[in-house]
């Protein structure tokens, strides 16, 4: 299938201190993560994408409010490729939203690079239509001493495949990889990670939870923590926990821990995917709450540390109503 179609519309909304542009595929931002595509989807679309529209927040620059992305797909029958790099240089802070919606097929790389000092949150938000393909990388490069919070959020779509891979440019860099995700009927949504620590002094936490609900909802999570023999003191943990709403739906979970040092402050995963907690749904349901109000509780609670985690108030109302929005369409017949 080429990608070569352009059946989106692209805009922007960016603080006043954050400069976006969109320069040619030549230009010497793309590729200054360091990453290199690692599967077909990838670099099919690195190879295919004409333009790359850059995000950079100056040295120095504290932005006041976040930078909004949003591209929205205007149809499926074509496939398009896209390409972007956030670059936060030196002591810089800010927050970039990419927002996806509408009808596509649509395929990109996203390179994210924090420079020295920098502290950048990243959130690619998907909620698309229910017709929409969309397989993305990213790829982070965190520099000394320099923090990152790379957030994935998708609720709509057929089929979201997000890979998101992370190394350290220097000692002293600190990441947070969070990630919410809720499955409906026939919607088949996947997450892969490679975190890899590969520079002493750095420090990783992954938290993905996900609900799902409907026939054939799938989800697929899969985390990879590497930890090279240079990166001496380092401390890592990743979760991922899968609450699975209706029968006929199901998740998918796998941790990976490599060390090959035991120098290190510490190290740990987990997993867990099951239904509701009969206890709480009746602890609730005996104080005269109804049943459809319960459910729609104790997802909220499930949700709620991971949205206070995210940290963007700009985002936080919306997505607990996102959350009870899809609740409420299943309860109405329509996952």
Do not use: C, M
Not at 113 to 125: D, K, Q
Not at 194 to 218: C, M
């Amino acid at each position: 299938v080429p990608l070569d179609g352009h059946d989106y519309e692209v805009s922007i909304d960016a603080d006043p201190g954050v400069e976006v542009e969109t320069v040619d595929a030549d230009d010497p931002r793309r590729g200054s993560s360091g990453y290199i595509p690692i599967d077909r989807p990838s670099a099919r679309a690195w190879a295919a994408a004409d333009r790359v529209l850059a995000v950079t927040v100056p040295p120095e620059v504290v932005a006041e409010r976040p930078t909004f992305v949003r591209l929205r797909g205007l149809s499926a029958e074509k496939a398009a490729a896209g390409h972007v790099v956030v670059t936060a240089q030196p002591y810089s802070r800010a927050v970039v939203i990419l927002e996806h919606e509408g009808s596509a097929a649509y395929l990109d790389n996203v390179e994210v690079v924090v420079e020295e000092g920098a502290n950048l949150t990243v959130v690619t938000l998907q909620d698309w239509a229910d017709d929409a393909v969309h397989l993305s990388h990213h790829h982070v490069r965190v520099g000394r001493d320099a923090t990152v919070k790379h957030v994935v959020v998708t609720f709509g779509g057929n089929v979201v495949r997000t890979g998101t891979s992370l190394d350290y440019a220097a000692a002293g860099g600190e990441a947070q990889l969070l990630g919410l995700y809720f499955a409906d009927a026939r919607q088949h949504i996947e997450n892969r990670l490679f975190v890899d620590h590969n520079t002493p002094n750095s420090r990783s936490n992954v938290e993905y939870k996900g609900a799902l609900q409907g026939k054939d909802a799938h989800a697929v999570w899969v985390g990879d923590v590497l930890i090279r023999p240079e990166a001496e003191g380092i401390n890592t943990y990743e979760l991922n926990r899968n609450l699975v709403l209706t029968e006929g739906a199901r998740a998918d979970s796998v941790p990976n821990l490599e060390i090959e040092t035991g120098q290190i402050e510490g190290a740990g995963h987990a997993s867990a995917t099951g239904r509701f907690d009969d206890e709480q749904l009746f602890y609730l349901q005996a104080r005269g709450i109804p049943a459809e109000e319960a459910r729609r509780l104790v997802v909220r609670g499930f949700f709620a540390s991971l949205i206070s985690h995210i940290g963007v108030p700009e985002l936080s109302d919306r997505l607990v109503d996102t959350v009870e929005r899809e609740l409420a369409a299943y309860d109405a017949g329509t996952p």
